[in-house]
């Protein structure tokens, strides 16, 4: 166990809907990842929010967006979805931002299924 | 069910023999590297990491090795056992970048 929390589990829903996926950090961690992983693009990194702030910001559609809670919980909210949109949904989080040595625990995921 | 791809390279070996899975990376300022392991229906797991000031470096039964000159990175297991069977990531970042990672490596093993 990463001590990185991910909500729900698994998601079904439908084309044109919006979700959101929820993500709690390891206790300590200021900064959280969100990364997608599809069956033909690997682990493909999203965005990264350090202590609230956007931090970094990687191949993430406009549908999507995220953000981070003075608490650091993190939230992404996907909308419009896709069937392309279905895959795994990783949030990660570490101590600081991103620094070499600096690493990023994985949570469990959240497989999203747009039928 | 699986969570990576179903075309990714594939090692097989026998349980207790040694495995070396390799990474090619593409960034010569990249200065971290680390290798995950992702089971089947988890997230990706922390085994190892090196700076690029090292060019080797053990753990309990895993050792990475790091060639800068040809920009090439190697985990090896030994004494492999069946719970090792999983996907192998390299990720590499350079200062404050992000993580990149590689497409992964499907290691079998057969008891």
């Known amino acids: 166990d990463s001590g990185v929390t991910q909500t729900p589990k698994h998601l079904i829903t439908a084309t044109g809907q919006r979700v959101t996926l929820r993500c709690s950090p390891r206790?300590?961690?200021?900064?959280v990842y969100w990364y997608q992983q599809s069956l033909d693009q690997g682990l493909q990194f999203l965005i990264q929010y350090y202590n609230g702030e956007e931090r970094a910001k990687g191949n993430i559609l406009e549908r999507f967006s995220a953000q981070q809670f003075p608490d650091l919980h993190s939230e992404l909210n996907l909308s419009s979805l896709e069937l392309g949109d279905s895959a795994l949904y990783f949030c990660a989080s570490s101590v600081e931002g991103g620094r070499a040595g600096d690493t990023q625990y994985f949570g469990p995921g959240t497989r999203l299924t747009v039928l | 069910g699986e969570s990576v791809g179903l075309h990714l390279p594939t090692l097989s070996v026998q349980e207790g023999d040694n495995s070396i899975i390799n990474c090619a990376y593409s960034?010569?300022?990249?200065?971290?590297f680390i290798w995950y392991k992702q089971e089947s229906g988890k997230g990706p797991q922390f085994i190892i990491d090196i700076r690029s000031n090292m060019d080797k470096r053990q753990g309990q039964r895993v050792t990475v090795l790091l060639n800068k000159t040809v920009k090439h990175l190697s985990l090896q297991i030994a004494a492999t056992q069946p719970g090792d069977s999983a996907v192998y990531f390299c990720?590499?970042?350079?200062?404050?970048?992000?993580?990149?990672f590689g497409k992964g490596t499907m290691l079998l093993v057969s008891p």
């Open positions: 990720a590499e970042t350079s200062g404050y970048s992000t993580l990149t």
């Open positions: 206790s300590g961690d200021l900064s």
């Open positions: 960034n010569s300022a990249s200065d971290y």
